[in-house]
């Protein structure tokens, strides 16, 4: 996994699961947040007309006891959803600067080296290298 501060749960972290790349972060709030979030799920719940939204597979999916929404939830205003949205989205926002880093740092170590009496190439070049893209 890489994580750009080392360690922490409430940091992003990436992890290669060839050749798909994982995000993974806890939401620093989640213990405070949960139990309104949940509160605001049930309501919704119970406002639901049936226990399946999309009508697909009803009998299997409600044999098991399972229970779809409408795939909205995103589209309501609540306070701890809210909250919810502004995490999700700084993590997307995060993963995307990971992705672009790593672009970055494979088109720099994929590039020919100047040569090394061309110092106003190499000088650059080096530094790209050793503390990666500026």
């Known amino acids: 996994m890489v994580s750009p501060s080392g360690g922490s749960p409430f940091d992003l972290t990436a992890e290669a699961c060839w050749p798909t790349l994982l995000f993974h972060r806890r939401w620093r709030d989640h213990a405070a947040e949960a139990p309104v979030l949940l509160a605001f799920l049930a309501e919704r719940r119970a406002d639901q007309a049936g ?6 597979a009803v009998r299997a999916k409600s044999g098991h006891g399972l229970y779809e929404s409408e795939f909205d939830l995103f589209t309501h205003s609540h306070p701890a959803l809210d909250r919810l949205k502004g995490f999700i989205g700084q993590s997307l926002a995060a993963a ?5 880093l790593a672009l970055r740092e494979a088109e720099i170590a994929a590039r020919p ?3 090394a009496w061309k110092t106003w190439e190499s000088r650059p070049d080096a530094d790209d290298r050793e503390y990666g893209p500026r």
């Open 96 to 100: 995307m600067v990971l992705i672009k």
């Open 51 to 56: 226990r399946i939204a999309s009508g697909v």
């Open 113 to 115: 080296r100047p040569p």
